[in-house]
Protein backbone atom coordinates (compact mmCIF):
# COMPACT_ATOMS: atom_id res chain seq x y z
CA UNK A 1 0.00 0.00 0.00
CA UNK A 2 2.43 2.41 1.22
CA UNK A 3 4.85 1.72 -2.20
CA UNK A 4 1.22 2.54 -4.38
CA UNK A 5 0.89 5.93 -2.31
CA UNK A 6 4.05 7.63 -2.55
CA UNK A 7 3.72 8.87 -6.26
CA UNK A 8 0.10 9.99 -5.21
CA UNK A 9 1.32 11.91 -2.36
CA UNK A 10 4.30 13.34 -4.65
CA UNK A 11 2.11 14.31 -7.10
CA UNK A 12 -0.41 17.48 -5.33
CA UNK A 13 2.79 19.69 -5.11
CA UNK A 14 4.00 19.35 -9.28
CA UNK A 15 0.66 20.60 -10.10
CA UNK A 16 2.35 23.64 -11.86
CA UNK A 17 4.54 21.26 -13.92
CA UNK A 18 1.73 18.75 -15.15
CA UNK A 19 -0.38 21.99 -15.84
CA UNK A 20 2.52 23.65 -18.16
CA UNK A 21 2.93 20.27 -19.52
CA UNK A 22 -0.15 19.37 -20.68
CA UNK A 23 -0.78 23.31 -22.03
CA UNK A 24 2.15 22.84 -24.10
CA UNK A 25 0.97 19.14 -25.57
CA UNK A 26 -2.27 21.20 -26.37
CA UNK A 27 -0.38 24.23 -28.18
CA UNK A 28 2.29 21.48 -30.00
CA UNK A 29 -0.95 19.72 -31.19
CA UNK A 30 -2.64 22.94 -32.26
CA UNK A 31 0.24 24.55 -34.15
CA UNK A 32 0.37 21.01 -36.08
CA UNK A 33 -3.59 21.40 -37.07
CA UNK A 34 -2.75 25.23 -38.04
CA UNK A 35 0.22 24.58 -40.02
CA UNK A 36 -2.08 21.68 -42.26
CA UNK A 37 -4.50 24.14 -42.18
CA UNK A 38 -2.44 27.27 -43.28
CA UNK A 39 -1.02 24.61 -46.48
CA UNK A 40 -4.30 23.77 -47.81
CA UNK A 41 -5.48 27.69 -47.42
CA UNK A 42 -2.61 28.48 -49.75
CA UNK A 43 -2.62 25.66 -51.79
CA UNK A 44 -6.66 26.50 -52.39
CA UNK A 45 -5.32 30.54 -52.89
CA UNK A 46 -2.71 29.58 -55.38
CA UNK A 47 -5.15 27.16 -56.89
CA UNK A 48 -7.83 30.07 -57.58
CA UNK A 49 -5.14 32.77 -58.52
CA UNK A 50 -3.28 29.69 -61.45
CA UNK A 51 0.19 30.12 -59.64
CA UNK A 52 0.87 26.44 -60.86
CA UNK A 53 0.25 22.85 -60.07
CA UNK A 54 4.07 22.56 -58.37
CA UNK A 55 3.93 26.57 -56.59
CA UNK A 56 0.15 25.14 -55.39
CA UNK A 57 2.06 22.60 -53.55
CA UNK A 58 5.25 24.23 -52.40
CA UNK A 59 3.12 26.34 -50.47
CA UNK A 60 1.09 23.66 -49.20
CA UNK A 61 4.41 22.12 -48.10
CA UNK A 62 5.84 24.75 -46.76
CA UNK A 63 2.70 25.71 -44.51
CA UNK A 64 2.71 22.09 -43.02
CA UNK A 65 6.05 22.00 -42.09
CA UNK A 66 5.80 25.27 -40.19
CA UNK A 67 2.86 24.03 -38.32
CA UNK A 68 5.11 20.74 -37.69
CA UNK A 69 8.48 22.83 -36.94
CA UNK A 70 6.79 25.25 -34.63
CA UNK A 71 4.65 21.84 -32.76
CA UNK A 72 7.74 20.23 -32.57
CA UNK A 73 9.46 22.95 -30.58
CA UNK A 74 6.28 22.73 -28.03
CA UNK A 75 6.38 19.39 -27.74
CA UNK A 76 9.91 19.14 -26.97
CA UNK A 77 9.87 21.36 -24.25
CA UNK A 78 6.28 19.70 -23.01
CA UNK A 79 8.36 16.25 -23.08
CA UNK A 80 11.37 17.98 -20.91
CA UNK A 81 8.61 19.32 -18.32
CA UNK A 82 7.50 15.67 -17.65
CA UNK A 83 10.52 14.16 -17.44
CA UNK A 84 11.73 16.87 -14.79
CA UNK A 85 8.44 15.87 -13.05
CA UNK A 86 9.53 12.45 -13.37
CA UNK A 87 12.92 13.13 -11.59
CA UNK A 88 11.13 15.29 -8.63
CA UNK A 89 9.24 12.56 -8.11
CA UNK A 90 11.67 10.35 -8.03
CA UNK A 91 13.99 11.84 -5.66
CA UNK A 92 10.96 12.30 -3.68
CA UNK A 93 10.37 8.86 -2.77
CA UNK A 94 14.28 8.07 -2.56
CA UNK A 95 14.40 10.31 -0.18
CA UNK A 96 11.15 9.56 2.01
CA UNK A 97 12.46 5.65 1.20
CA UNK A 98 15.55 6.21 3.15
CA UNK A 99 14.17 8.35 6.13
CA UNK A 100 12.01 5.36 6.55
CA UNK A 101 14.91 3.33 6.41
CA UNK A 102 16.82 5.02 8.97
CA UNK A 103 13.72 5.02 10.96
CA UNK A 104 13.25 1.43 11.01
CA UNK A 105 17.26 1.19 11.40
CA UNK A 106 16.08 3.10 15.04
CA UNK A 107 13.27 0.51 15.88
CA UNK A 108 15.89 -2.50 15.52
CA UNK A 109 17.40 -0.93 18.71
CA UNK A 110 14.53 -0.51 20.30
CA UNK A 111 13.57 -4.11 19.88
CA UNK A 112 16.91 -5.61 20.50
CA UNK A 113 16.28 -3.99 23.73
CA UNK A 114 13.13 -4.97 24.19
CA UNK A 115 14.19 -8.66 23.38
CA UNK A 116 16.12 -8.65 26.74
CA UNK A 117 13.49 -9.56 29.41
CA UNK A 118 12.51 -12.32 26.94
CA UNK A 119 16.24 -14.18 26.98
CA UNK A 120 15.98 -16.26 30.38
CA UNK A 121 17.73 -15.47 33.68
CA UNK A 122 22.26 -15.85 33.80
CA UNK A 123 22.64 -13.17 30.51
CA UNK A 124 24.62 -10.25 31.38
CA UNK A 125 22.26 -7.58 30.58
CA UNK A 126 24.97 -4.64 29.61
CA UNK A 127 25.76 -7.85 26.94
CA UNK A 128 22.25 -8.14 26.29
CA UNK A 129 22.32 -4.46 25.33
CA UNK A 130 24.87 -4.53 22.55
CA UNK A 131 23.64 -3.79 19.05
CA UNK A 132 25.39 -4.97 15.81
CA UNK A 133 27.26 -1.54 14.69
CA UNK A 134 25.50 -2.01 11.70
CA UNK A 135 22.12 -1.91 13.03
CA UNK A 136 22.75 1.75 15.04
CA UNK A 137 21.15 4.64 12.87
CA UNK A 138 23.91 6.31 11.19
CA UNK A 139 24.13 10.29 10.86
CA UNK A 140 26.04 9.56 6.86
CA UNK A 141 25.21 7.81 4.55
CA UNK A 142 25.47 4.20 3.94
CA UNK A 143 28.12 2.60 1.88
CA UNK A 144 27.74 -0.96 0.54
CA UNK A 145 29.48 -2.41 3.39
CA UNK A 146 27.35 -1.00 6.08
CA UNK A 147 24.33 -2.00 3.86
CA UNK A 148 25.25 -5.72 3.64
CA UNK A 149 25.47 -5.71 7.32
CA UNK A 150 22.49 -4.38 8.15
CA UNK A 151 20.71 -6.73 5.89
CA UNK A 152 22.67 -9.51 7.56
CA UNK A 153 21.35 -7.93 10.95
CA UNK A 154 17.85 -7.56 9.95
CA UNK A 155 17.83 -11.57 8.57
CA UNK A 156 19.52 -12.68 12.34
CA UNK A 157 17.10 -10.25 14.16
CA UNK A 158 14.25 -11.94 11.88
CA UNK A 159 15.24 -15.88 13.08
CA UNK A 160 15.69 -14.47 16.39
CA UNK A 161 12.00 -13.56 16.74
CA UNK A 162 10.41 -16.73 14.68
CA UNK A 163 12.72 -18.59 17.50
CA UNK A 164 11.42 -19.88 20.98
CA UNK A 165 12.36 -18.39 23.96
CA UNK A 166 14.74 -21.28 24.37
CA UNK A 167 16.70 -20.98 21.08
CA UNK A 168 16.69 -17.61 21.52
CA UNK A 169 18.59 -17.78 24.43
CA UNK A 170 21.07 -20.30 23.17
CA UNK A 171 21.90 -18.18 19.96
CA UNK A 172 22.23 -15.07 22.84
CA UNK A 173 24.85 -17.39 24.48
CA UNK A 174 26.50 -18.09 21.45
CA UNK A 175 27.12 -14.80 20.09
CA UNK A 176 28.41 -13.63 23.80
CA UNK A 177 30.57 -16.23 23.76
CA UNK A 178 32.06 -15.46 20.54
CA UNK A 179 32.69 -11.88 21.67
CA UNK A 180 34.42 -12.96 25.15
CA UNK A 181 36.48 -15.16 23.11
CA UNK A 182 37.56 -12.14 20.48
CA UNK A 183 38.42 -10.31 23.77
CA UNK A 184 40.46 -12.60 25.30
CA UNK A 185 42.57 -13.41 21.94
CA UNK A 186 43.21 -9.67 21.56
CA UNK A 187 44.30 -9.17 25.16
CA UNK A 188 46.76 -12.14 24.54
CA UNK A 189 48.16 -10.75 21.45
CA UNK A 190 48.92 -7.47 23.38
CA UNK A 191 50.72 -10.07 25.82
CA UNK A 192 52.88 -11.51 23.16
CA UNK A 193 53.75 -8.32 21.82
CA UNK A 194 54.74 -6.19 25.06
CA UNK A 195 51.45 -3.80 24.79
CA UNK A 196 50.90 -3.73 28.08
CA UNK A 197 48.16 -0.90 27.93
CA UNK A 198 46.68 -2.65 25.03
CA UNK A 199 46.59 -5.46 27.44
CA UNK A 200 44.62 -3.58 30.07
CA UNK A 201 42.63 -2.25 28.29
CA UNK A 202 40.95 -5.61 27.12
CA UNK A 203 40.97 -6.93 30.47
CA UNK A 204 38.51 -3.86 31.65
CA UNK A 205 36.25 -4.76 28.41
CA UNK A 206 36.06 -8.07 29.79
CA UNK A 207 35.16 -6.89 33.01
CA UNK A 208 32.45 -4.23 31.70
CA UNK A 209 30.82 -6.89 29.36
CA UNK A 210 31.59 -10.04 31.66
CA UNK A 211 31.07 -9.18 35.04
CA UNK A 212 30.32 -12.53 36.49
CA UNK A 213 32.11 -14.90 34.23
CA UNK A 214 35.94 -14.71 36.39
CA UNK A 215 37.85 -13.75 33.39
CA UNK A 216 39.62 -10.67 35.14
CA UNK A 217 41.42 -12.52 37.47
CA UNK A 218 43.23 -15.24 35.10
CA UNK A 219 44.00 -12.41 32.45
CA UNK A 220 45.12 -9.82 35.33
CA UNK A 221 47.78 -12.65 36.25
CA UNK A 222 49.03 -13.20 32.99
CA UNK A 223 49.38 -9.84 32.58
CA UNK A 224 51.30 -9.25 35.56
CA UNK A 225 53.73 -12.58 34.93
CA UNK A 226 54.36 -11.04 31.29
CA UNK A 227 55.33 -8.00 32.18
CA UNK A 228 57.72 -9.21 35.31
CA UNK A 229 59.10 -11.73 32.76
CA UNK A 230 59.89 -8.48 30.61
CA UNK A 231 61.29 -6.65 33.79
CA UNK A 232 63.49 -9.51 34.75
CA UNK A 233 64.71 -9.86 31.48
CA UNK A 234 65.57 -6.26 31.07
CA UNK A 235 67.24 -6.42 34.66
CA UNK A 236 69.86 -8.99 33.65
CA UNK A 237 70.97 -7.15 30.67
CA UNK A 238 71.62 -4.48 31.88
CA UNK A 239 72.98 -6.24 35.16
CA UNK A 240 75.96 -7.93 32.25
CA UNK A 241 75.99 -4.31 30.89
CA UNK A 242 77.01 -2.87 33.89
CA UNK A 243 79.54 -5.65 34.89
CA UNK A 244 81.07 -5.60 31.67
CA UNK A 245 81.15 -1.51 32.10
CA UNK A 246 82.40 -0.86 35.69
CA UNK A 247 85.10 -3.71 35.39
CA UNK A 248 86.74 -1.22 32.54
CA UNK A 249 85.76 2.16 34.74
CA UNK A 250 83.28 3.19 31.74
CA UNK A 251 81.05 4.51 34.71
CA UNK A 252 80.11 7.41 31.87
CA UNK A 253 77.79 4.47 30.06
CA UNK A 254 76.30 3.09 33.52
CA UNK A 255 74.34 6.42 34.07
CA UNK A 256 72.40 6.84 31.01
CA UNK A 257 71.63 2.68 31.36
CA UNK A 258 70.24 3.35 35.08
CA UNK A 259 68.15 6.35 34.08
CA UNK A 260 66.43 4.18 31.32
CA UNK A 261 65.87 1.39 33.69
CA UNK A 262 64.62 3.67 36.62
CA UNK A 263 62.24 5.95 34.02
CA UNK A 264 60.58 2.54 32.34
CA UNK A 265 60.01 0.96 35.48
CA UNK A 266 59.17 3.40 38.50
CA UNK A 267 56.89 1.17 39.97
CA UNK A 268 58.95 -1.94 40.33
CA UNK A 269 60.98 -2.93 43.57
CA UNK A 270 63.55 -4.87 41.86
CA UNK A 271 64.40 -2.68 39.60
CA UNK A 272 65.01 0.28 41.57
CA UNK A 273 66.57 -1.41 44.41
CA UNK A 274 68.85 -2.22 41.66
CA UNK A 275 69.22 1.45 40.85
CA UNK A 276 70.00 2.50 44.00
CA UNK A 277 73.12 -0.12 44.24
CA UNK A 278 74.82 1.10 41.31
CA UNK A 279 73.99 4.39 41.98
CA UNK A 280 75.57 4.29 45.12
CA UNK A 281 78.48 2.72 44.25
CA UNK A 282 79.17 4.76 41.04
CA UNK A 283 78.99 7.69 44.06
CA UNK A 284 81.60 5.75 45.88
CA UNK A 285 83.96 5.51 42.88
CA UNK A 286 83.75 8.69 41.85
CA UNK A 287 84.35 9.76 45.49
CA UNK A 288 87.73 7.69 45.44
CA UNK A 289 88.56 8.59 41.83
CA UNK A 290 88.10 12.12 43.40
CA UNK A 291 90.42 11.69 46.22
CA UNK A 292 93.02 10.23 43.58
CA UNK A 293 92.86 13.08 41.76
CA UNK A 294 93.74 15.63 44.43
CA UNK A 295 96.18 13.58 45.80
CA UNK A 296 97.81 13.27 42.18
CA UNK A 297 97.44 16.97 41.90
CA UNK A 298 99.41 17.80 45.76
CA UNK A 299 101.98 15.02 44.06
CA UNK A 300 102.25 16.94 41.14
CA UNK A 301 102.99 20.56 42.23
CA UNK A 302 105.34 19.22 45.06
CA UNK A 303 107.37 17.66 42.76
CA UNK A 304 107.21 21.26 40.52
CA UNK A 305 105.74 19.24 37.41
CA UNK A 306 103.36 21.98 36.79
CA UNK A 307 102.16 20.86 33.40
CA UNK A 308 101.01 17.54 35.02
CA UNK A 309 99.30 19.35 37.53
CA UNK A 310 97.71 21.65 34.69
CA UNK A 311 96.24 18.73 33.06
CA UNK A 312 95.06 16.99 36.48
CA UNK A 313 93.36 20.08 37.41
CA UNK A 314 91.10 20.66 34.61
CA UNK A 315 90.20 16.93 34.63
CA UNK A 316 89.02 17.85 38.33
CA UNK A 317 87.14 20.93 37.40
CA UNK A 318 85.16 18.86 34.29
CA UNK A 319 84.49 16.34 36.43
CA UNK A 320 83.22 17.40 39.64
CA UNK A 321 82.86 20.86 39.39
CA UNK A 322 80.17 21.13 42.32
CA UNK A 323 82.61 19.71 44.86
CA UNK A 324 83.79 22.33 47.55
CA UNK A 325 87.33 21.82 47.43
CA UNK A 326 87.10 23.24 43.70
CA UNK A 327 86.52 26.39 44.54
CA UNK A 328 90.03 27.23 46.32
CA UNK A 329 91.29 24.88 43.20
CA UNK A 330 89.73 27.43 40.56
CA UNK A 331 91.06 30.10 42.06
CA UNK A 332 94.60 28.56 42.09
CA UNK A 333 94.17 27.35 38.52
CA UNK A 334 95.96 30.41 36.68
CA UNK A 335 98.99 29.93 38.48
CA UNK A 336 99.24 26.61 38.01
CA UNK A 337 98.38 27.25 34.36
CA UNK A 338 101.51 30.05 35.04
CA UNK A 339 103.74 27.78 35.76
CA UNK A 340 102.93 25.15 33.64
CA UNK A 341 103.30 27.68 30.54
CA UNK A 342 106.85 28.77 32.02
CA UNK A 343 107.92 24.95 32.41
CA UNK A 344 106.52 24.15 28.66
CA UNK A 345 109.25 26.75 27.50
CA UNK A 346 112.12 25.81 29.47
CA UNK A 347 111.61 22.20 28.37
CA UNK A 348 111.24 23.68 25.21
CA UNK A 349 114.43 26.17 25.26
CA UNK A 350 116.47 23.10 26.70
CA UNK A 351 115.20 20.85 23.38
CA UNK A 352 116.21 23.81 21.29
CA UNK A 353 119.45 23.91 22.58
CA UNK A 354 120.10 20.40 22.33
CA UNK A 355 119.27 20.35 19.15
CA UNK A 356 121.58 23.38 18.18
CA UNK A 357 124.65 21.96 19.48
CA UNK A 358 124.03 18.57 17.61
CA UNK A 359 123.95 21.05 14.20
CA UNK A 360 119.89 19.33 13.67
CA UNK A 361 118.60 23.24 12.69
CA UNK A 362 115.77 21.54 10.43
CA UNK A 363 114.26 20.16 13.79
CA UNK A 364 115.22 22.98 15.88
CA UNK A 365 113.31 25.46 13.61
CA UNK A 366 109.67 23.78 14.77
CA UNK A 367 110.61 24.28 18.35
CA UNK A 368 111.57 27.46 18.00
CA UNK A 369 108.45 28.41 16.03
CA UNK A 370 106.40 27.13 18.45
CA UNK A 371 107.79 28.83 21.70
CA UNK A 372 106.70 32.33 19.33
CA UNK A 373 103.38 30.97 18.38
CA UNK A 374 102.49 29.98 21.92
CA UNK A 375 104.63 32.08 24.41
CA UNK A 376 105.32 35.20 22.72
CA UNK A 377 105.10 36.98 25.87
CA UNK A 378 108.48 35.60 27.40
CA UNK A 379 112.16 36.48 27.19
CA UNK A 380 113.04 33.34 25.12
CA UNK A 381 110.45 34.13 22.29
CA UNK A 382 112.16 37.35 22.17
CA UNK A 383 115.84 35.96 21.82
CA UNK A 384 114.42 33.48 19.20
CA UNK A 385 112.95 35.66 17.19
CA UNK A 386 116.36 37.29 16.82
CA UNK A 387 117.85 34.31 16.21
CA UNK A 388 115.54 32.79 13.32
CA UNK A 389 117.75 34.83 10.95
CA UNK A 390 120.55 33.24 12.11
CA UNK A 391 119.23 29.89 12.19
CA UNK A 392 117.87 30.25 8.67
CA UNK A 393 121.34 30.76 7.59
CA UNK A 394 122.59 27.42 9.22
CA UNK A 395 119.47 25.83 8.06
CA UNK A 396 120.79 27.25 4.43
CA UNK A 397 124.33 25.82 4.94
CA UNK A 398 123.45 22.72 6.07
CA UNK A 399 121.32 22.21 3.54
CA UNK A 400 124.50 22.70 1.00
CA UNK A 401 126.80 20.97 2.62
CA UNK A 402 124.36 17.57 2.58
CA UNK A 403 123.99 18.29 -1.17
CA UNK A 404 127.99 18.58 -1.57
CA UNK A 405 128.30 15.42 0.06
CA UNK A 406 126.03 13.98 -1.56
CA UNK A 407 127.51 14.99 -4.78
CA UNK A 408 131.15 13.95 -4.07
CA UNK A 409 129.97 10.27 -3.06
CA UNK A 410 127.94 10.10 -6.28
CA UNK A 411 131.37 11.00 -8.43
Not at 37 to 46: A, E, I, K, N
Not at 118 to 123: D, H, I, Q, Y
Not at 288 to 295: G, K, P, R, S, T
Amino acid sequence: MAEHEAPARAAPGLWGLEIASAFAICISVLLLIAGAVLGLFLYHHSVKLKLGDNRSVELLLAGFLGGVMLGGIVFCCAMILVGLKSQIILMRNIQRATEQTRLGIGSLEKTMLELGPMLGRGVPAAAISQVPEAAKPQASGLGAADVARLVAAISELRDVALMGDGEKQAVIKHRLEQKRQAIVDRCRHHLRHEEWPEAKGAIDEVKRLFPSDGLEAPLTEELAFARQRKIDRDLNDAQDRVRGWVSTNRWDLVEPLITKLELTYPDDASVMGYVQQVRGEMQGWHKEEFHNLIAQLKDAGDHRQWRRASLIAQQILEKYPDEKMVEKLRAELPAIRKNADIQEVKDLESQFKELLQRRRYDEAMPIAQKVIDHHPETAVAAELVKMLPKLQELMKQDKLRREAAVGKEMA
